[in-house]
């Protein structure tokens, strides 16, 4: 398994603005925020991919999406709305090879994507 950048943000070896964490779970924010609230839910567990996750994972997935719409509310935009990405491997853009969940606020999406 690679090493990459968040496992550094994990272990503390490298800086970052830390929004949430519990034994599973940190949240920071995005280094280039693409939107006034740009953070990014990881999993403490290293998997590099979507396409690597599988039924073990499953739980901690769904954690992920609940810890990000918890934070959501916790912060008072979750009524006004937002929007949670994962990226998977080149055509989805992912960059960092440790699975994260985007969670955008505070603009208007648009859709499709880019
Ligand atoms: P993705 O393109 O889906 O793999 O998303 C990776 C995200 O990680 C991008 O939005 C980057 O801006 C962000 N990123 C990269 N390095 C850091 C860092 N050191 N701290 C916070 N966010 C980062």
Redesign the pocket.
Known sequence: MTDT?FDK?IRRE?P?DIVYEDEEILA?????P?APVHV?FIPRKAIATLNDANEADATLIGKLVLAATRWAKSQGFADDGYRVVM?CNKDG????FHI?L?LLAGRQMHWPPG
Do not use: K, Y
């Not at 853009?93 to 960092?96: A, D, M």
């Open positions: 950048i943000i490298i970052a920071f924010r995005d280094i280039a693409a990014l990226n853009g992912q960059t960092v994260h985007h």
